[in-house]
Nanobody, 126 residues
Framework: QVQLVESGGGSVQAGGSLRLSCAAS????????MGWFRQATGKEREFVAA????????DYADSVKGRFTISRDNGKNLLYLQMNSLKPEDTAVYYC???????????????????WGQGTQVTVSS
């Protein structure tokens, strides 16, 4: 089973940028779509962005579209989330997850993700 470790979180002011990384162990990373999710205090975990196994397709939550960019490096087993123009409402713990199905590439927002890492805290102040 894949193990995921997120990093890159921190505290920034509104309008700032952060780049999150997710390092994956094992040999299945390049065969599965990957996603970023977040959970704010007192709220349920929500979808942020996902990327197809090949990197050829992406999907975003409406709230981050145009500000966040998901990418992956299958040669290094790394997943990224570039976050620009951050807002206070982006404050949350961010998690990466692996699609439970193989070679997912379309309709990513509705896929079933799991194998969560420990998360990385992002705090945006106004």
């Amino acid at each position: 089973q894949v193990q995921l470790v997120e990093s890159g979180g921190g505290s920034v002011q509104a309008g700032g940028s952060l780049r999150l990384s997710c390092a994956a162990s094992g040999r299945t990373f390049s065969s599965h779509a990957m996603g970023w999710f977040r959970q704010a205090t007192g709220k349920e975990r929500e979808f942020v962005a996902a990327i197809a196994w090949s990197g050829g397709n992406t999907d975003y939550a409406d709230s981050v579209k145009g500000r966040f960019t998901i990418s992956r490096d299958n040669g290094k087993n790394l997943l990224y989330l570039q976050m620009n123009s951050l807002k206070p409402e982006d404050t949350a713990v961010y998690y990466c997850g692996q699609d439970k199905y193989w070679f997912g590439s379309t309709g990513l927002k509705s896929h079933d993700f799991g194998s969560w890492g420990q998360g990385t805290q992002v705090t945006v102040s106004s």
